[in-house]
């Protein structure tokens, strides 16, 4: 039982489309994020949603739009990609608002903008 | 500013001999710290945490980290590298206030040989 995934795993595309990806935890979890990991691997966080309301929005463009259905969901959708959004996009859950530092993450989604 | 510092991008061990990842942070206020391990094309797992109790903390698979406010360090250790230690390894604080925002840092490759 996979506990944070998300899809697609690989992702292909052209310039100035537009894609989602999708992520859902089945841990009960009512706190979601979305982070980006560039090719040096370094990662940072872009949004976080609590009982989908939008908690933490860092400087990112608007063509970025995370949406939350339910608490079990949150979703990223991007306007007009670049080249330079070619990362890996890995979403993640923990339990409440707690501060615990403690995030299950899912494989993360590997996007290529050509 | 809370931030963490990775003094090593790559750590080259042989199976058997000890494993030492150094991390420094930087912190106005007591931090939360913690270290998490990326495996090869999968999301991230927390590996260890330390919040203000005790200041050596035991992690899974055998790995442990001590906090030294004197010394602002937060290095992580196993006395026994594996073959399946290899990984990217990602020493992480969390910034004060509400919510898990985590300042991740850049990351240690992990290489582990026969």
């Known amino acids: 039982d996979t506990a944070v995934s998300q899809t697609p795993k690989y992702l292909v595309t052209q310039m100035g489309n537009d894609k989602s990806i999708k992520c859902e935890q089945n841990?009960?979890?009512?706190?979601m994020y979305w982070y980006k990991q560039d090719s040096k691997k370094f990662l940072k966080i872009m949004f976080s949603?609590?009982?989908?309301?939008?908690?933490i929005n860092e400087t990112v463009p608007n063509r970025f739009s995370p949406k939350s259905p339910d608490k079990a969901h949150l979703n990223l959708h991007i306007n007009s990609l670049e080249l330079g959004d070619s990362a890996v996009y890995f979403c993640a859950s923990s339990q409440g608002d707690r501060k615990t530092g403690e995030l299950f993450f899912g494989e993360g989604s590997r996007l290529t903008v050509l | 500013a809370q931030s963490v510092t990775q003094l090593d991008s790559h750590v080259s061990v042989s199976e058997g001999t000890p494993v030492l990842l150094r991390c420094n942070y930087s912190?106005?206020?007591?931090?939360?710290l913690f270290w998490y391990v990326q495996h090869p094309n999968k999301g991230l797992q927390l590996l260890l945490k330390?919040?203000?109790?005790?200041?050596l903390v035991k992690g899974i698979n055998g790995f442990e980290a001590e906090f030294k406010k004197s010394e602002t360090s937060f290095h992580l250790t196993k006395p026994s590298a594996h073959m399946s230690d290899a990984a990217e390894y990602f020493c992480v604080v969390s910034l004060t206030g509400g919510y898990n925002k985590l300042i991740f840092g850049a990351g240690t490759r992990l290489a582990v040989h026969p």
């Open positions: 912190s106005s206020y007591s931090p939360s």
């Open positions: 330390y919040t203000s109790a005790a200041t």
């Open positions: 841990l009960g979890h009512d706190t």
């Open positions: 949603y609590n009982n989908k309301e939008l908690i």
